[in-house]
Nanobody, 123 residues
C-alpha cells in the first residue's frame, strides 16, 4: 500500500516560486501514474498536472502551462511540482495522488492520496 506525503506549500507573493514534493513509502512511485490536484474553497478539485508511470506522457492544465513543471526523482521515490510565477488564483490546497493503472484527469480514479499541502498566494 503506497502512502503519499506532500510538503513544500506555504505563503507566497505573486511571481514567487514554490516546489511541492510528494514522497512515497510502501511502493515505488515510478510504477504509478502520479497527479497533482488542487482544490480552492468552494471549488471542485481539479487536476493540475500528471506524469504517467515510468516517465511517460505529462499533462498540464492550460492555466499552469509554462509556469509549473512536474518531475520525478526515482532515487528519492518522490514526485515534484515546481511552481513558478505564482498567481493569486493558484491559491488552493494541493494534493498528490497515484494509481498503478490510471493516468487521466479524474481524481476519483486514483487509488492513493496524500493529505495535502496548502499554497496561499497573496500580495
Amino acid at each position: 500500500q503506497v502512502a503519499l506525503v506532500e510538503s513544500g506549500g506555504g505563503l507566497a507573493q505573486p511571481g514567487d516560486s514554490l516546489k511541492l514534493s510528494c514522497a512515497a513509502s510502501g511502493g515505488r512511485l515510478e510504477y504509478y501514474a502520479t497527479g497533482w490536484f488542487h482544490q480552492a474553497p468552494g471549488k471542485e478539485r481539479e487536476q493540475v498536472s500528471c506524469i504517467s508511470r515510468r516517465d511517460g506522457p505529462i499533462h498540464y492544465i492550460d492555466s499552469v502551462m509554462g509556469r509549473f513543471t512536474i518531475s520525478r526523482d526515482n532515487a528519492k521515490n518522490t514526485v515534484y511540482l515546481q511552481m513558478n510565477d505564482l498567481q493569486l488564483e493558484d491559491t488552493a490546497k494541493y494534493y498528490c495522488a497515484a494509481d498503478e493503472n490510471y493516468a487521466g484527469t479524474m481524481g476519483q480514479r486514483y487509488t492513493h492520496w496524500g493529505q495535502g499541502t496548502q499554497v496561499t498566494v497573496s500580495a
